[in-house]
């Protein structure tokens, strides 16, 4: 199993572009969620899915956007970088929510300039 | 006020000493907790999941304290592998949204 599996791994965004971080699990798992790490913030959610077609916004939301079309992937849009978006990104699965806690992908650090 | 909140250290400690963190969470409502693990510059992983009764799993040990809104880490005979940043995770709101904390890190020194 590959488990969580998130990429790039490292990417170099110009202020204003746009791109989409990919985020595909193999475990069936239902609950998917996109999270930001910055020094002494600790992780904070962007937006999260509790299934295909069901979107729903965390703590920190804006500028980005997402979408589940299939059960397997979670992809996150930012629609016009900007440096304040600069950070460690990650995506988590879980099969039950909030029962058993969720499995991690190994993380985007993303730089904007 | 953050809905989480940990002292971040870092807690520096000899092997063999036994170390206890606390986390205190704002929402009384919160259903599920638990400990994770962040290595340096990797990503979370899940430790142990913290009950109502506390639970224990070989040197770790997880208490909540529901009264007065904290959890709390004890690491017995801490190992040099210990070293790491540990994130308390508490359920906000509903179900399915999860709030981590900080972070406290921990050096176990030889």
């Known amino acids: 199993n590959a488990g969580v599996t998130q990429t790039p791994k490292f990417q170099v965004l110009k202020t204003g572009q746009s791109m989409t971080l990919q985020c595909a699990q193999d475990?069936?798992?239902?609950?998917m969620s996109w999270y930001r790490q910055d020094p002494g913030m600790g992780l904070r959610l962007i937006h999260y899915?509790?299934?295909?077609?069901?979107?729903d916004q965390g703590e920190v939301p804006n500028g980005y956007n997402v979408s589940r079309s299939t059960t397997e992937d979670f992809p996150l849009r930012l629609l016009s970088a900007a440096p304040s978006q600069t950070s460690v990104y990650f995506c988590?699965?879980?099969?039950?929510?909030?029962?058993?806690?969720?499995?991690f992908g190994s993380g985007t650090r993303l730089t904007v300039v | 006020r953050k809905e989480v909140e940990q002292d971040p250290g870092p807690f520096n400690v000899p092997e063999g000493a036994t170390v206890a963190f606390n986390c205190t969470y704002s929402?009384?409502?919160?259903?599920?907790f638990f400990w994770y693990r962040q290595d340096c510059r990797k990503e979370p992983k899940l430790l142990m999941s913290v009950y109502s009764s506390g639970n224990e799993d070989g040197r770790f040990t997880a208490q909540l304290n529901r009264a007065s809104q904290y959890i709390s880490l004890l690491i017995r005979d801490s190992k040099l592998s210990d070293s790491a940043t540990y994130l308390c995770?508490?359920?906000?709101?509903?179900?399915?949204?999860?709030?981590f904390g900080s972070g406290t890190k921990l050096n176990v020194k030889p």
């Open positions: 929402n009384s409502a919160s259903q599920s």
């Open positions: 475990m069936n798992h239902e609950y």
């Open positions: 995770v508490v359920n906000m709101h509903n179900f399915n949204k999860f709030y």
């Open positions: 899915s509790v299934g295909a077609g069901i979107t």
């Open positions: 988590a699965s879980s099969y039950s929510g909030g029962a058993d806690g969720y499995t």
